[in-house]
C-alpha cells in the first residue's frame, strides 16, 4: 500500500510538473506575442511619425539576444508587367518548443508556411483606389539582447517608384515570405478572394502571395467591322472570288486587300492594348459552376428555350446540327446570359434572339471554345423575309478566349452579332487549320477568323485574331454599335478590385541594445523591413533561426522587392 501511494506521488509530481511547465511557455508566448506587438506599434511610431526617437522594453523571459538576418523575404510591384520596385526583408522571430512568432515587414506573424497566421497587421493600405506601400527598413545591431531598445528615424525615401498614377493597368504584388499563408490572409481582408493567389512552391516553408489590383478585363470597342489583332501577325486578308466588307478595318498586322473589296477606312499596323479575356471568362465559368441558382441547360439536346433575364450553363459545349434543334432566346425581360464551357457548332440549328427591338438588352455568350456556324443563324431575329435588315448586332454578343476560333461558311449563313476575342499573338500557326469550320478542319491555314466558302454574311463587328473573308463572303459594320462597350457583366467580387494611385516608400529605421552608444547601422548589417501604412503598425525584417528558447531580433537591413 506504501508503494502504491508512492508511485502514485510519483506520477502526479511529474504530470503536475508538465502541466507546470505547459502553464508557464503558454505565458511566455503569450508576452512574447506582445511584446511584438509593441515592438511593431513603436517602430511605425518612428517610422512614419513625426517623432524621431523611441525606447521600449524588449521583455522576453529568455533573457536572451535577438538576431538579424537579411534577405529572408523579397516584396516586388509589377506595373503592365514592368516591375516598378524590387525589395528584399528580412524578419525578427521567436522560436521555441516548435512555436514561432515573427515581426516581417510590418506584421507580426505566427507559425510558419502554410500554417502561419496574422498577429498583427501589416500597415499596407488599400482604401477607394489607392494603394499606399511604405516599407520600413530596419538597421542597427546584429544582435539585439533583452531589455530596453533604442529606435530611431535615420531616413525616408519617398516615392521609390516612378509610378503613381495607374488607373486603367494591372498592378501586381508579390510576396515571398515564410509566412505567406499570414499575408494571404491579411489581403485577403482588404480586397477580396479574387484577387489574390497563393502560391506553395518550392517545397517548404517558403510560399508567395500575388494580389492583383486593377486592369479593366474588357477594355475595348466595336468601332470597326473587323479589328485583327494578334501582334505583328493580326492581319486581314481579302481573299479570292468576290468576298466584301462594308465598314472601317484595322489590324495590328498588315492588311492585304489586293482587290478593293474594303469601301471603309482601313487601318494596319495598329496599336493595340486590348486585355485578352482568358482570365476573366475562367473565373466566370468558376463562378456559375458552383452557384446554384444558375440552370444548367444542354442545348445540343432538342435545343433550348432561354429568358427571364436568367443566366444559363452549358458544361459541355453544344453541336446544332438538326433544323428545330434551336436557342430561342426571349430578351422581353432582361439581358440573358449563357456560359459555356466548350466549343459551339450550329450546323442547320440556329440561335434566335427574339423581343430585343426598342430595349438595350442582349443576349452573350461566354465560351471557353470555338465558335463555328455553316447554314445557320445566330443573331437578333426579326425581319425575316427581308433577310433580317432591321435586326440589331447590339443584342447578340460572343466573348472568347484569345485561342477562339472563328469559321463561318455555307451559302445561307446570317451571323447578326458581335464576337470579342482579342489575342497578343495569333492561336494558329501557319500549317495549322481552322477547326472551327463545320466541313473541314483543314481549309483556311493560319487564319483564327475564317468567313468564307459560299456567302455566308455577317452583320455586326468582329473583334478576334487574324481574319480571312474569301469567296462570296460579305460583312456590314452595324453603326449602331458604336457607342456599345463590351462587358463581361462580372459581379464586384469577381473581378481585382479598382487602382487609381500606387504609392511606395522605404523609411529606414535603427534597433539598437540602449547604452550601444551608436544608433547607426552596425557592422553593415541592415534589413529591409515590409509595407507600412498609417502609423500604426511596424514593420521589421531578419529571418532568424534560433535555437529552441532564444528570441531572434529584428532583421538586418534587407531590401523589399516587387515582381516583374
Request: with cysteine; net charge negative.
Amino acid at each position: 500500500m506504501m508503494g502504491f501511494v508512492a508511485a502514485a506521488s510519483v506520477s502526479l509530481f511529474v504530470v503536475g510538473t508538465a502541466t507546470v511547465d505547459q502553464t508557464r511557455d503558454t505565458a511566455q508566448e503569450n508576452q512574447v506575442e506582445n511584446t511584438f506587438r509593441q515592438f511593431n506599434k513603436d517602430v511605425s511610431s518612428v517610422a512614419f511619425g513625426r517623432q524621431k526617437y523611441r525606447s521600449m522594453e524588449f521583455d522576453i523571459q529568455d533573457q536572451t539576444a535577438a538576431f538579424r538576418q537579411e534577405n529572408t523575404g523579397q516584396i516586388r510591384v509589377v506595373v503592365d508587367g514592368t516591375e516598378i520596385v524590387n525589395k528584399q526583408v528580412g524578419s525578427l522571430v521567436y522560436e521555441k518548443s516548435g512555436e514561432t512568432i515573427a515581426y516581417q515587414a510590418g506584421g507580426v506573424w505566427r507559425g510558419t508556411g502554410e500554417e502561419s497566421r496574422m498577429v498583427s497587421r501589416p500597415p499596407v493600405e488599400y482604401q477607394n483606389g489607392s494603394l499606399t506601400f511604405p516599407i520600413p527598413a530596419l538597421d542597427g545591431d546584429e544582435s539585439v539582447q533583452a531589455g530596453q531598445v533604442d529606435i530611431n528615424k535615420m531616413k525616408t525615401e519617398s516615392p521609390i517608384n516612378n509610378v503613381g498614377f495607374v488607373e486603367g493597368k494591372l498592378v501586381t504584388l508579390y510576396i515571398t515570405s515564410k509566412y505567406y499563408q499570414g499575408w494571404a490572409q491579411y489581403f485577403r481582408t482588404q480586397t477580396n478572394d479574387v484577387a489574390v493567389e497563393v502560391d506553395h512552391s518550392p517545397a517548404g516553408d517558403v510560399g508567395t502571395v500575388k494580389v492583383k489590383l486593377g486592369k479593366p478585363v474588357a477594355n475595348g470597342d466595336f468601332e470597326d467591322g473587323v479589328m485583327a489583332t494578334g501582334g505583328d501577325d493580326g492581319d486581314i486578308s481579302m481573299g479570292n472570288g468576290d468576298p466584301g466588307i462594308n465598314g472601317p478595318v484595322a489590324a495590328t498586322g498588315d492588311i492585304d486587300d489586293p482587290g478593293n473589296d474594303i469601301s471603309g477606312t482601313k487601318t494596319p499596323n495598329k496599336e493595340s492594348d486590348l486585355y485578352e479575356l482568358d482570365e476573366a471568362i475562367d473565373r466566370k465559368v468558376d463562378e456559375v459552376s458552383s452557384d446554384g441558382s444558375v440552370i444548367t441547360v444542354n442545348p445540343e439536346s432538342g435545343g433550348a428555350s432561354l429568358g427571364g433575364g436568367n443566366t444559363y450553363y452549358d458544361p459541355n459545349g453544344f453541336s446544332l446540327s438538326d433544323s428545330g434543334d434551336d436557342i430561342v432566346v426571349d430578351l422581353s425581360s432582361g439581358n440573358v446570359t449563357l456560359v459555356v464551357d466548350g466549343d459551339m457548332e450550329l450546323t442547320d440549328g440556329d440561335i434566335k434572339v427574339k423581343n430585343a427591338g426598342g430595349t438595350d438588352y442582349a443576349f452573350r455568350i461566354y465560351s471557353t471554345g470555338d465558335f463555328g456556324m455553316k447554314n445557320a443563324f445566330a443573331g437578333d431575329y426579326r425581319d425575316e423575309t427581308s433577310g433580317h435588315s432591321a435586326s440589331s448586332a447590339q443584342h447578340f454578343q460572343v466573348y472568347g478566349t484569345s485561342e477562339m476560333l472563328v469559321g463561318l461558311q455555307g451559302g445561307s449563313t446570317r451571323f447578326v452579332g458581335t464576337i470579342y476575342a482579342p489575342r497578343n499573338e495569333p492561336a494558329l500557326e501557319d500549317d495549322e487549320g481552322n477547326h472551327a469550320l463545320p466541313s473541314s478542319e483543314d481549309d483556311c491555314e493560319g487564319w483564327d477568323v475564317c468567313v468564307y466558302k459560299g456567302s455566308s454574311a455577317v452583320k455586326g463587328a468582329i473583334v478576334a485574331g487574324p481574319t480571312k473573308f474569301e469567296q462570296s463572303a460579305g460583312m456590314t459594320y452595324d453603326t449602331s454599335l458604336t457607342d456599345i462597350q463590351p462587358t463581361l457583366e462580372l459581379d464586384d467580387g469577381v473581378l481585382p478590385p479598382p487602382i487609381t494611385f500606387l504609392k511606395v516608400s522605404v523609411h529606414t529605421v535603427g534597433v539598437n541594445n540602449s547604452g550601444a552608444g551608436n544608433l547607426a547601422p552596425a557592422g553593415g548589417l541592415g534589413a529591409s523591413a515590409s509595407v507600412a501604412s498609417p502609423p500604426t503598425t511596424a514593420t521589421g525584417f531578419a529571418t532568424v533561426t534560433a535555437p529552441s528558447g532564444v528570441v531572434a531580433a529584428p532583421a538586418v537591413r534587407a531590401e523589399t522587392g516587387f515582381d516583374r
